[in-house]
């Protein structure tokens, strides 16, 4: 009786008393909702489906995960049919939810074109650079007696190819270079540890040729790096224009980037030793004096 004359009394109490037990309800019910939908701590690891093809997702097992793939990018790559997927968001091992949407870049299905730029008279290099970013790849260099060390021709399986013809994005174009009037010699770049798309590319730019590539197994090509090169790096431009250059590659996550940094050091190091070879035959000079690279 005495609480029933104290809300009469103070009618306001009750009502926030009754606002109160009402909040209350609310809140301990919008979290439970918000847990159960939004599964709070349960997080699992994001699977690796890089190197895979789009048309194979739904055959794979991802355990308890519901997941949606969406394609937000594609890119045109002459070794890989449409659907080859190159990258991923989120990466590999991440924490996600169910449900959760993985974003990812693929081969495109249908070739992009690409314009075919002028290259003659241009630098080997320069030249590989314009063809690269028409999204074209250089392909056979061929030397021929040329004062000028510069690409007389360009070719498009086998036959000259002129500036403004459209070609399939990753086509190939083989250039003829004269071998100049100097020594016609080139340095062996050091390629251990880049991806073949760069290790061909520097190859090229040194006007030399990319020989047989070994891949030992690797089914996954965004993951190869070369580990092994012949001929190989000496920083002495002792190597003819258009020598091939031989490619061994291996998974990167079977040598560790830390000894690739190593072998690196140690090619730059034994290279620069090698150029302080003693000197003999000739007294005016000391004998452990920087030999010039024109002498080689």
């Known amino acids: 009786m005495s609480n029933n004359g104290f809300f009469n009394k103070h009618p306001w109490v009750m009502h926030a008393l009754l606002a109160l037990g009402i909040s209350l309800v609310i809140v301990i019910t919008t979290f439970i909702v918000l847990k159960h939908y939004g599964r709070v701590g349960q997080e699992y690891p994001t699977p690796y489906v890089v190197g895979q093809y789009v048309d194979d997702l739904d ?18 790559q002459q070794n890989h049919r449409g659907g080859f997927i190159l990258r991923q968001d989120p990466d590999s091992g991440s924490l996600i939810k169910n449900g959760r949407k ?6 495109s299905f249908v070739p992009d074109n690409a314009i075919v ?20 790849h ?17 070719k498009y399986k086998g036959r000259n190819v002129n ?20 020594s016609g010699m ?24 990319v020989g047989a590539e070994h891949y030992d197994g ?20 002792e190597v003819a224009y258009g020598t ?14 830390e000894e690739l940094e190593r072998m690196k050091q140690r090619h730059i190091e034994d290279s620069i030793r090698a150029l302080y070879e003693p000197v003999t035959g000739d007294d005016s000079r000391d004998p452990y004096e920087l030999i010039s690279l024109d002498e080689f």
Request: aromatic content about 6%; some cysteine; proline content about 4%.
């Open 117 to 136: 730029p002028d290259l003659r008279s241009l630098s080997v290099r320069h030249a590989i650079s314009q063809l690269e970013n028409v999204g074209l």
């Open 186 to 209: 080139s340095i062996a770049p050091y390629l251990v540890g880049m991806s073949p798309t760069k290790a061909r590319s520097n190859i090229l730019s040194a006007s030399l040729n």
């Open 163 to 182: 500036e403004g013809r459209r070609l399939e994005k990753g086509a190939m174009i083989d250039l003829v270079v004269g071998r100049g009037s100097g």
């Open 102 to 107: 993985i974003y990812l870049t693929v081969t």
């Open 218 to 237: 690797i089914t996954d090509m965004s993951r190869a790096i070369v580990y092994k090169q012949s001929p190989s790096y000496t920083g002495r431009a």
């Open 138 to 154: 250089g392909g056979r260099i061929t030397i021929v007696d040329d004062p000028h060390h510069v690409v007389l021709q360009q």
């Open 59 to 76: 055959d794979m097992d991802y355990g308890d995960l519901d997941l949606e793939f969406v394609i937000i990018d594609s890119i045109y």
């Open 244 to 257: 091939s250059i031989e490619l061994w590659y291996c998974d990167k996550s079977v040598v560790a980037m």
